[in-house]
């Protein structure tokens, strides 16, 4: 499937959106400049001794974008694809998230470049391990936050607290978000971004009058992410026709049967939907998925999987970008002449990082939220923050991504020209 190529630089990407968001703003080069660079990059290469007895070196990054508007947020990935550009565009991307909901944070993000599928528990203990010493200079609950994303989950967030604990001398919860619920971790959490995906996709079709019962969606990526968006999809009524992982699709135009197919994934720790089976179901890959005949189209795996090749074929009525950057600008430009709707990352998969701003608050503060709580606090500022973006983009004839861009970008320089330049 279409992934980072030669020709690709997520971080490009950033840069012109930033660009062009300034330039509408009215914002003089001087004025702007600092957000095109990040404020500190770290690559560090991680010695492993293997389970063959062997020693393997991994290649690791962590990236502040910015701490403007406070600490550096963002999760820590392993993919064998990660890299310093990738790193880059991801911790920039945080950046403007954390802006556009409005939360008192700037943006970072780590990542190793590995495949966890094929590293054994203690191999990946020891590299999640010798990754946080290697970065621990820069990370802390008042410098730089860092949380699950792709490949990474609550318990390598367990991991990362303990080294980090253990080199301070003493356990330090607000270290790092998504941890597991005995181990500071708070609850509604684990579903905060897929949950975050449903009201946006619930505001959404409010917005194009359409019904949510009955609507058509298909699913890319069936991660942290991409999971918890189809159940609670399936479970306020929309028909999740299809769903995907790295190994393919799997599709069914009567609506899939998402919770058996998540008992199936749940199974073991390397399941995968090309070997599930059963008679209604047609599988596809996800270049087929991603121009199925549906209402909307939620890209919840990797980037640039919507670009300049399959732009003009998406059939969706709207993209909701679930993962971070899954459309290239060339597709943006084409989906808008084209009149699909897109909501994009920096609103759309924005509960995640909202509920860890809970979480880290919590454990700052020593306290407990109910899951209610949580649920209730996360829809108020999704909710405050699409209706935002929505109008920023009617005011300005834009489309809803240059409508939050123009928030967030107003909202990162308003407090670099508040700081002043030190
Ligand atoms: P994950 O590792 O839990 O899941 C990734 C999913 O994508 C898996 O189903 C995997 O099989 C699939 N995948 C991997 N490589 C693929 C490929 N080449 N083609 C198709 N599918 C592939 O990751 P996640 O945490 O669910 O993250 C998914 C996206 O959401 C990423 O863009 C991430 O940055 C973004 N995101 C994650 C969070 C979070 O809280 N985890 C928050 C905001 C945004």
Request: hydrophobic share 40%.
């Amino acid at each position: 499937m279409g992934r980072v190529n030669a020709t690709y630089n997520p971080y490009d990407n950033v840069l012109r959106v930033v660009e062009n968001a300034a330039a509408i703003l009215g914002y003089k080069e001087d004025e702007y400049s600092t957000l095109k660079y990040p404020e500190r990059e770290l690559k560090v290469s991680i010695p492993v001794a293997m389970d063959n007895g062997g020693i393997q070196v991994f290649e690791g990054f962590r990236v502040q974008h910015s701490t403007t508007r406070g600490p550096a947020k963002g999760g820590v990935r392993f993919h064998p694809a990660v890299s310093h550009d990738e790193v880059k565009a991801l911790a920039a991307w945080m950046t403007f998230k954390c802006a556009v909901v409005n939360i008192p944070y700037g943006g970072g993000k780590g990542g190793i470049i590995c495949d966890p599928r094929t590293l054994s528990e203690r191999e990946l203990h020891s590299l999640t391990s010798k990754y946080t010493a290697a970065i621990a200079p820069l990370i802390g609950p008042e410098q730089d936050i860092p949380a699950p994303d792709v490949g990474t989950n609550a318990r390598v967030m367990a991991w990362m607290m303990d080294t980090y604990g253990m080199l301070k001398g003493h356990t330090v919860l607000s270290v790092v978000t998504g941890k597991p619920l005995g181990l500071g971790g708070i609850k509604g959490r684990g579903e905060a971004t897929g949950r975050g995906v449903m009201i946006t996709a619930q505001n959404i079709l409010k917005k194009m009058n359409r019904q949510v019962a009955g609507t058509t969606v298909a699913v890319q990526g069936m991660g942290n992410v991409g999971s918890v968006t189809a159940r609670l999809l399936h479970e306020i009524g929309m028909k999740v026709v299809a769903v995907s992982d790295v190994s393919g699709g799997v599709y069914d135009p009567d609506g899939l049967d998402i919770p058996e197919i998540l008992a199936y994934l749940s199974q073991t720790r390397n399941a995968l939907l090309c070997d599930y089976r059963t008679d209604s179901l047609i599988h596809l890959t996800n270049a087929e998925l991603l121009t199925l005949d549906v209402t909307m189209l939620v890209p919840a795996a990797l980037e640039n999987q919507i670009n300049g090749d399959n732009a003009d074929q998406i059939r969706a009525e709207v993209v909701l970008e679930a993962a971070n950057g899954p459309t290239t600008l060339e597709a943006d430009e084409i989906l808008e002449k084209r009149e699909i709707r897109l909501v994009p990352d920096i609103l759309a998969n924005a509960g995640g990082v909202v509920v860890s701003y809970f979480e880290w608050v919590q454990n700052i503060q020593e306290l407990c939220w109910t899951e209610e709580q949580v649920n209730t606090e996360l829809r108020n500022i999704m909710d405050v923050a699409f209706d935002e973006v929505w109008e920023s983009a009617e005011a300005n004839g834009k489309t809803l991504r240059m409508g939050a861009y123009l928030i967030a970008v107003k909202r990162v320089v308003e407090a670099r020209l508040g700081r002043g330049i030190f």
